[in-house]
């Protein structure tokens, strides 16, 4: 019997709200950063939001701002109004994991379980920027449900930013989704 071969597959995810990869799932951090995307009320710009590694490395550059698609970082816009713990106007870490030993990623939203067979990495809450007052489309995201923030951010830059998602009754059936609660979610790996 031979050495064993390079490994391969696995799945990557990036873990919303928190620095570290959960450290009984078998996921390992390729990097924690800074949570980041287009300005709230931007048209242009990126719709999704990045996990920024905490130092950059670049290529040529042309010196200067030159104002074409500045990111932004991301803050928690939650005001009082929130199941998690105060975290409101503070900047958003990430981590980007890797888990070698399986090979399928899926993030359930409304759920805080996995189906059976399949791994929960975390479970959190479901979360975007607002609907309204000229804030742009960007993707939903689970952000982790004990969110960890960047310390000295409490600046209220309103660069890109996550507000709790809550489901209404147009079109989707209530009960059991209730207008008046936080979409919940998680992440699972197989």
């Known amino acids: 019997k031979g050495e064993p071969g390079p490994r391969s597959g696995g799945i990557v995810y990036t873990r919303w709200g928190r ?17 980041a995307g287009s300005w709230w009320n931007s048209p242009g710009g990126g ?8 130092t950059p ?4 550059y042309f010196p200067g701002v030159q104002g074409t698609n500045p990111l932004h970082g991301a803050e928690y816009e939650l005001y ?11 900047n958003v870490p ?6 070698p030993t399986r090979s399928a990623h899926l993030m359930i939203p409304a759920r805080t379980s996995c189906m059976t067979g399949w791994t929960k990495e975390y479970q959190g809450y479901l979360m975007a920027t607002r609907h309204n007052n000229a ?6 995201e689970c952000v982790d449900k004990n969110p960890e923030y960047i310390p000295g951010s ?12 809550e489901a209404t009754c147009s079109g989707i059936p209530c009960p059991p989704y209730h207008p008046e609660k936080e979409v919940t979610c998680v992440v699972c790996t197989k």
């Open 94 to 99: 990430c981590a980007v994991c890797y888990v």
């Open 57 to 60: 490395e670049y290529s040529d």
């Open 19 to 35: 620095t570290t990869c959960p450290t009984t799932q078998d996921a390992e951090i390729l990097y924690e950063g800074i949570t």
């Open 47 to 54: 719709a999704n939001y990045l996990c920024l590694p905490e």
């Open 135 to 140: 804030h742009y489309r960007t993707m939903y």
């Open 80 to 90: 009082n109004k929130s199941p998690l713990p105060n975290v409101h106007d503070l």
């Open 154 to 165: 409490a600046a209220n830059l309103n660069g890109a930013v996550f507000y709790h998602v």
